[in-house]
């Protein structure tokens, strides 16, 4: 009796000491989220504070980009790196901002740690921002050169499209069938580039074909007067007609002429209109316009072999429709 009344006693004691341990671990539970919540409770006004601060900082960037808009805009013949001054100041104003919200929002907080924290300057980040950094040199370069603008069509590489927006990591493109295209500023900066609108005149051309039997001078003038009726065609430039080889059933000549406007929508009415006047000129002056010709010589055996092989298929295919 005595050694179970002791095990009895040891066996309560056990359950005491685990309730009272379990007690205490949910009491810590209990008093830690008592003081996160009190504490960001306190926080609150700071937190408040800080939206605020950001939105004075945001407000702050729009009232900046509308200042240089007007102090710069219809002044500078740089409108692009008028562009990118109001977001680049814009950007590094909101950042301010943000570091001043969160010195206010946080404990201790301060820019040092923040870049301590981030790593800026390891060889890691280095790395890691090449990319970025190549695309930023690459467009303020762009924007400061400026090769073409928002609104001119540009070429670059199988990319075709109208200027959108220039930023500072990548050119936006919008191409003739409503697509939009992303391009890098590296790409852009180190690879060819053509701009279709860069100079106000653009030379166009397409090769009509005549029959060897019609008289190329008199072919050459119906042409130029069919180009004088067209409204695209530009007087400021002479067009011209030339020979430029034999055809396999033709003499090709390339008629070339200039527009005002090289955008792509007048240089396909341009070619269209060019195109129905040379036709309709030609068919009115007896002009030939000759497509290709094949002959095929039935006594070379293996022609005939090819036909007869074609005529048993015929006659097989005939016999099969009847069967069924």
């Not at 990319?159 to 990591?169: M, Q, S, W």
């Not at 030379?203 to 067209?230: C, H, N």
């Amino acid at each position: 009796m005595p050694t179970s009344e002791a095990e009895t006693a040891v066996s309560s004691e056990t359950v005491a000491g685990s309730t009272t341990t379990d007690a205490l671990t949910y009491q810590s539970i209990i008093d830690s989220a008592n003081g996160i919540l009190i504490g960001f409770v306190e926080r609150i006004p700071h937190f408040v504070a800080s939206l605020i601060v950001i939105l004075i900082f945001w407000f702050l960037s729009i009232v900046f980009k509308k200042v240089v808009h007007k102090l710069l805009g219809s002044r500078s013949r740089h409108q692009n790196l008028v562009k990118v001054f109001q977001r680049v100041g814009g950007a590094l104003i909101i950042f301010i901002g943000f570091m001043i919200a969160m010195v206010i929002a946080v404990p201790g907080f301060t820019p040092a740690k923040l870049i301590g924290a981030l790593g800026i300057g390891s060889v890691a980040i280095g790395f890691a921002f090449k990319d970025i950094f190549q695309n930023l040199l690459s467009g303020i370069l762009l924007l400061i050169s400026e090769p073409f603008r928002i609104g001119d069509q540009i070429v670059s590489g199988e990319y075709e499209g109208t200027v959108e927006d220039i930023k500072i990591r990548a050119t936006t493109i919008k191409t003739y069938d409503g697509r939009q295209v992303v391009i890098p500023n590296s790409d852009l900066y180190t690879s060819a580039l053509t701009v279709n609108t860069a100079y106000k005149q653009r030379r166009l051309q397409v090769t009509v074909g005549i029959g060897y039997e019609d008289d190329i001078e008199a072919a050459k003038a119906e042409i130029l007067r069919a180009l004088d009726k067209v409204d695209s065609v530009s007087t400021k430039a002479n067009p011209s007609v030339i020979a430029t080889g034999f055809g396999g059933s033709s003499i090709d000549l390339m008629v070339r002429w200039f527009i005002e406007d090289g955008t792509q929508a007048n240089k396909v009415a341009s070619i269209h209109q060019v195109i129905v006047e040379i036709k309709t000129a030609l068919d009115a002056a007896g002009v030939n316009i000759p497509f290709p010709i094949r002959t095929i010589d039935l006594s070379d055996p293996s022609v005939t072999s090819i036909v007869n092989k074609m005529n048993e298929q015929q006659a097989l295919d005939v016999n099969k429709a009847a069967t069924e």
